[in-house]
């Protein structure tokens, strides 16, 4: 038997441009792993991006988030509009259910091509989880979906990364997670456009709504500057209340960037981070290309406390650099 | 009034390394805020580093972790061994108390030379999470603590580099946070050195206990490969029940670690992390140099979808590069 010859990652662009599942899939799994091939097929893929509405969905593990986004997904999909998921949270069940195996998952909208569901592995990877991410986006975002949402638990410097490239950031606070609003705690509350607390079939879910609100009058002199309020929107996943509502605050934020003009400094923003990612995973991989070269030798002189961090990556970087010139 | 000039970080080194507090706050602060002046400082400091026992603690938020680490240090304490405890976690009370206010601190510590507590700004920071936090563990282990504890929540690719970055990992979980081990989701579980079940008090706790077990004897056959198998340590921040258990495992964990030569493969492992973190640094700061130069045309072709991120970043480190070479 002879091994069938992968389709080169180019020719994969033209069905994706017309929204072939098939083709998407195996796009960005090549995105995902680096494959080096696909990187012509994604510069490609880049052009044709700019169209979609990117929304980041963020809370703590436990804050009722992905039970939310099925919720926000349906939403869409009652609205005609299309959808994908990009789940980069590792304490979703969308990414973390393959070991769990029991939680909970899409199957609702197995069968609806007009929704996407796309986990990112977070392990393993050296560096690199934010450009993947982004450029998993794109493949959905030039494939057509109207809105690509992207689900990640908000904590370290990476999804923060990926949180900062969304048109859109929702951040999801749920009552009784010890403590009232975990997003402070996070770090992520001014980053928020729109503020969501899940759960609000609790009884205890108002002290969580005003401790936000409160929240948010102190901080009320930092968003006047930009001109857009944060709603806090109460929703539950019982009953599905409060999901029309998030859609709706969704769409207004993305028409209030367009009207303001501040979509082109977001834009400008996105880009930024998107140039300093991927130099990011360029040196990486030039760095994982010397490691048992002249890296090593580095690493000996670190171990032997002759030289210091700093010193050494400076020497090295100039060493590499230097030489791919010549 | 004339404004006093600072101290230049050089004349720092010596008190740090007899221990002064007041040096080692200063050096600490002026190595997280990336201070060039410091480097110098920095570098003749991680020559001074190599004799402290790197600890790093990680769980998720709610899990307990800080609890138990206050409960660890009183145990070191009693040993009449020194410790630091330097706390990168985003949700820790140590680096989240300042904005809620009401968290707990470890206020019992305040007066004891014994204990230093600093936690990390992780915030606003471009990059730099992890070096600056290494370069604080440098700082501690130059000024002759015994121990350092490294406190994350162990999520996002610039914690687990610094996990990494320790002798010793201990993953906390804790019974009735939604999932029975978390650590198994968040993808740390097999990066554990130790175990940690918090609030054992608790019923539920058998439950995750046995969970947690099961698991790792079905992982057994990679722990054996090591020769180290991972203990599963029942705590209970309420009496204090496993605090000596687990301090007794860590130093079981080094001594195995110094008796198997697996130190060794360890601190390579740690050296090279550093090399990277430190080359990926002054990447940083080089963009942040040319932000407003070269860089925005290099943005605006991205904006305009003429190029793609991964050919504007060859092209643009290419350039910086070259230039600091002329």
Redesign the interface.
Known sequence: MTKRKPIPSLELVAPVLTGKVAAIARLLTRAEIGDEEA?EA???I?????QAAIVGVTG???SGKSTLIQRLVAAIRNGSRTVAVVAVD??SPFS?GA??GDRVRMHSFANDPGVFIRSMA??G?L?G?A?TT?EAVDVLDAAGFDIVLIET?G?????IDVLRSAHTIVVVSAPG???DV?A????ILEIADIHAVSKCDRTDSSKTLTDLKNMLTMNMSCQQRSGWSSPVVATSALDGQGTVELLDHIDNHLAFLKSSGEITAR??RI??W???????????SE?VKH?DGR?SS???Q??S?E????????Q???NI??E??S
Do not use: C
Not at 184 to 187: D, R
Not at 274 to 284: I, N, V
């Open positions: 990187s994604l510069a490609e880049y052009r044709h991006t700019g703590v593990a436990g590792p304490t973390g070991i769990l977070t392990r990877a560096g989880l450009r982004l638990v904590v370290g410097q990476d999804e997670l010890g403590d975990q402070i705690k996070a770090g834009r400008q880009a930024e998107r140039l300093l990612q991927s130099a990011e995973d360029l040196l990486h760095f490691r890296l580095f690493t000996q670190l171990m406390r030289t210091s961090p700093r010193i050494a990556a400076k090295l970087v100039d650099f230097r791919n010139r």
